[in-house]
């Protein structure tokens, strides 16, 4: 069965500093994608950042990154620079069969002044 | 581009009503959509996966009956929760899979906040 799993309830940073929220996978499906979207209060979902299974390098989309390590089926993202805006919830997912989704339990974090 | 809207953004109905949510694509043709609910402070857990002109795939666990969905056509999906009931409450979320975009990535609404009182 695939599985998503994020540790950490809530994580602190502070202002313009670096974080990186903690995602790990199962799967036994060979090709197999991840992502990792923003929930801020308002709800809305917002994509970030997209990795392929057989892509070679770790994806970057401005201040996000994606520390891809396959063997370790773990996929964290990595905000450079945090800002205030920057809090919210941030979900981590895997497509699988069908293209559906699944999404771990989410990490809220606080960015501090 | 990539955007998809959902209407209406909050919806108050009394119980036994049904409440039906739009799901639309604005700037791409939307081949496949997925309806999520989410209870607070927890993950989005899918619903059903609907594709343009075919009946929707359900979950295990969610009703079919009381959870109407169509997807008429590549831009619109319907979501009616039907005879709601306030355990119904939740933040109702669509996204959209097409292929004039990113294949690959979900683009989703901006949520659909229902309360059954």
């Known amino acids: 069965a695939q599985k998503i799993t994020q540790t950490q309830p809530g994580m602190f940073v502070q202002e313009k500093e670096a974080v990186t929220l903690d995602c790990t996978y199962d799967?036994?499906?060979?090709?197999?994608?991840l992502f990792w979207y923003k929930q801020p209060s308002s709800g809305e979902m917002i994509f970030l950042i997209y990795?392929?299974?057989?892509?070679?390098q770790n994806a970057t989309e401005g201040r996000y990154s994606l520390n891809f390590q396959k063997a370790r089926k773990s996929a964290n993202l990595v905000i450079s620079a945090s800002q205030l805006g920057d809090s919210a919830m941030y979900f981590c997912a895997m497509s699988s069969q069908g293209g559906k989704l699944i999404f771990g339990q989410g990490t809220e974090l606080s960015v501090k002044p | 581009g990539a955007v998809v809207s959902q209407h209406p953004s909050r919806v108050i109905c009394k119980s036994g009503t049904s409440v039906k949510i739009e799901c639309r694509s604005l700037d791409f043709q939307a081949t496949t959509m997925f309806w999520y609910r989410q209870f607070p402070k927890q993950s989005l857990m899918l619903m059903a996966t609907s594709n343009e002109g075919s009946k929707a795939t359900y979950e295990q666990g969610v009703e079919k009956d009381k959870f109407l969905i169509n997807h008429a056509s590549l831009t619109l999906s319907t979501l009616t929760v039907t005879s709601a009931h306030p355990e119904d409450s939740s933040f109702y979320i669509c996204?959209?899979?097409?292929?004039?975009?990113?294949?690959?990535?979900?683009?989703f609404g901006p949520g659909t906040r229902l309360l059954v009182l």
């Open positions: 990795q392929g299974s057989y892509d070679q």
């Open positions: 996204s959209a899979k097409g292929d004039s975009v990113d294949q690959e990535t979900q683009y």
């Open positions: 799967t036994s499906d060979p090709s197999y994608g």
